[in-house]
């Protein structure tokens, strides 16, 4: 019974509810700029490039074969770049917002006061009984 309790102490920790719901969080933010990057950065991006559409961008190493028939005999092989560079803007957007929402928590922490200087210890403070009565 000692280790099931000892689970519920550490599932109920605040610490790591807390990580499980950044971890939901992010995977929904995740999806969220997918989205918007999918939806809207890259059709503007592709208009300014004069029409290229980026999830078809590859450089082909292979072209596909096909016989007679015209079944597929050998399959293109490619390096599709494109998703690549849609996969990259989503990391800059992500690590962007990412870097704006800590750097606004850490301005609303409240500076902590530095923390007062500890007196002598009791070693300092006999040194000093001593250099006092040798000044005597």
Do not use: C, H, W
């Not at 610490?15 to 918007?36: P, T, W």
């Not at 590859?58 to 005999?73: F, H, N, P």
């Not at 803007?89 to 870097?99: C, M, S, T």
């Not at 007062?116 to 009984?129: C, D, I, Q, T, V």
Request: no cysteine; glycine share 8%; charged share 20%.
């Amino acid at each position: 019974m000692g280790m099931m309790k000892e689970f519920k102490d550490f599932a109920m920790k605040g610490n790591l509810i807390d990580i499980a719901v950044g971890f939901v969080m992010g995977a929904a933010f995740g999806k969220l700029v997918s989205s918007f990057i999918d939806g809207m950065v890259m059709p503007v991006v592709g208009r300014i490039t004069s029409g290229v559409d980026f999830t078809t961008l590859k450089y082909v190493m292979q072209a596909e074969v096909k016989d007679a028939a015209g079944v597929i005999t050998t399959p293109e092989v490619a390096i599709a770049y494109g998703a690549f560079i849609t996969a990259v803007l989503n990391f800059i957007v992500v690590a962007f917002v990412i870097f704006m929402v800590v750097k606004s928590v850490n301005k609303m922490k409240k500076a902590e006061p530095a923390p007062a200087p500890a007196g002598p210890s009791n070693e300092e403070k006999l040194l000093m009984e001593i250099r006092d009565a040798l000044k005597k």
